[in-house]
């Protein structure tokens, strides 16, 4: 086994059987298989197993990457799964980081789901959470327990929605317990036909709590926040609709803030176009901040840094004065083909308090596919959007389809881990081209 290892690790071995492969398949005839993304908002939902053989570049290391990974759909059933194996091309061994514990077994299994978020009357996903939101954001936004790749956390969404009432829930770690939270709303005029659009007014109420002991260097190690909100349709004729919307929230032992937004869109116009816009004005109070359990929370949450440890919680101790900002959200795709996702907040006056989410993918165009995720904190001027630093997630692929089942991927992942020895989190950098064979089911 080690000398074949060993065999596989050598670049020039690598390198000729790989152009071996790619020769020989743009001998085959082309097809028509897609590639699927397990992204909530930009998934397929088309069944795919996919196995390859790529070079993957971390942190200056280099690595045979062999791989299998699928994203499975039977009906309203899904399941995600990530084999990696990872070779290093200077020792022949495979790469401990990544199977040195049981969550990095269990981790093979990426999630397991059942129906569609907001779209089925129920919705459960365990596993990986990329995009959890709570009602319209203000307390929980594009949530990811992704944000360390190499410890991703096995959490749960589980949602039920019915005519008069509905449940979001949503724990971010099954092996401490750490983030667990949910929203429940009411239409109490729902089965009151004749007053027309009245009878959609929706009042829900959010709680959520992070138990870790990484929260806060206070006495009381957690941090809760809860709050209420309204919503009350403005327009729901044909494709178009509209409503305007209220959230109120407290962080319990600091500050609360509220915000009025409207939203307002066409949906599935003949299933060729949808398109959502909101727009957002925040008054925030002292010692609170908006959308607190964001894409950034398990990077900004607890930090070894040189100054030393670095809370959020701590943070809002030094928000003294009150604030008002604003937050934009657009979204929409064409022909289900191309779909986009964007998301700016940005505080009054207040030097680099911008936050950018980005969201992108080309299912199909051609042979070419694409995939991109992009997240952006501490933005000031337009210069700083696109800085990749400490303050920086992105992921990224790019795939090219061969034939009815060989794709040729790179795929570029910027995200987080903790230092072993000196406990800070640091950026880390991967780098992975794959020739992949993709089986559509």
């Known amino acids: 086994m080690r000398d074949i290892a060993h065999m596989l690790a050598n670049n020039k071995v690598y390198i000729i059987a790989l152009l071996i492969s790619i020769i020989f398949v743009f001998y085959s005839k082309p097809g028509h298989a897609q590639w699927s993304w397990d992204n909530r908002y930009l998934m397929q939902g088309d069944g795919v197993v996919m196995g390859g053989l790529g070079f993957s570049r971390i942190n200056g290391q280099n690595y045979l990457l062999f791989n299998l990974r699928t994203d499975l759909a039977f009906g309203q059933f899904g399941l995600g799964v990530d084999i990696p194996l990872r070779v290093n091309t200077d020792t022949g061994k495979i790469r401990n980081e990544d199977w040195n514990t049981t969550e990095d077994y269990l981790r093979t299994i990426r999630y397991a789901r059942y129906g569609r978020k907001r779209q089925t009357p129920v919705y459960a996903r365990v596993g990986s959470i990329g995009t959890a939101k709570l009602g319209h954001g203000f307390i929980m936004n594009y949530y990811t327990n992704e944000a360390e790749f190499q410890n991703r956390k096995i959490g749960s969404e589980f949602d039920l929605k019915f005519r008069m009432f509905g449940l979001e829930t949503v724990v971010s770690n099954y092996k401490t317990l750490e983030i667990i939270g949910g929203r ?179 299912a199909k165009f051609s042979k070419f596919s694409g995939r991109a995720v992009y997240d952006r904190t501490g933005i000031d001027t337009f210069g700083d959007v696109f800085k990749l630093d400490e303050r920086s997630m992105l992921r990224m692929g790019l795939g090219y389809q061969l034939n009815s089942m060989l794709y040729i991927f790179m795929d570029y992942i910027w995200t987080f881990k903790v230092n072993p020895v000196t406990q800070r989190l640091e950026t880390e950098k991967r780098f992975e081209p794959q020739l992949s064979l993709v089986v559509p089911l």
């Open 184 to 362: 429940a709303n009411v239409r109490p005029l729902r089965n009151i036909g004749s007053l027309g659009l009245l009878s959609k007014l929706t009042f829900g109420g959010t709680y959520i709590t992070d138990r870790s002991e990484q929260v806060s260097s206070s006495t009381d190690s957690s941090i809760t926040i809860s709050g209420l909100d309204v919503e009350l349709p403005l327009l729901y004729t044909g494709p178009f609709f509209s409503h305007i919307y209220a959230d109120y929230a407290r962080i319990h032992s600091y500050g609360s803030g509220k915000s009025i937004g409207i939203e307002l869109g066409l949906w599935k116009l003949s299933d060729l176009l949808t398109v959502s816009a909101k727009v957002e004005r925040r008054f925030l109070g002292t010692r609170f901040l908006p959308s607190y359990f964001d894409a950034f929370y398990e990077v900004q949450r607890f930090r070894n840094t040189e100054d030393g440890v670095f809370y959020k919680a701590d943070f809002l101790n030094q928000i003294t004065e009150k604030q008002k900002g604003f937050y934009g959200e657009l979204f929409g795709h064409v022909a289900r083909v191309i779909r986009l996702l964007g998301t700016f907040e940005k505080l009054d006056g207040v030097p680099h308090s911008g936050q950018l989410h980005l969201a992108a993918m080309l």
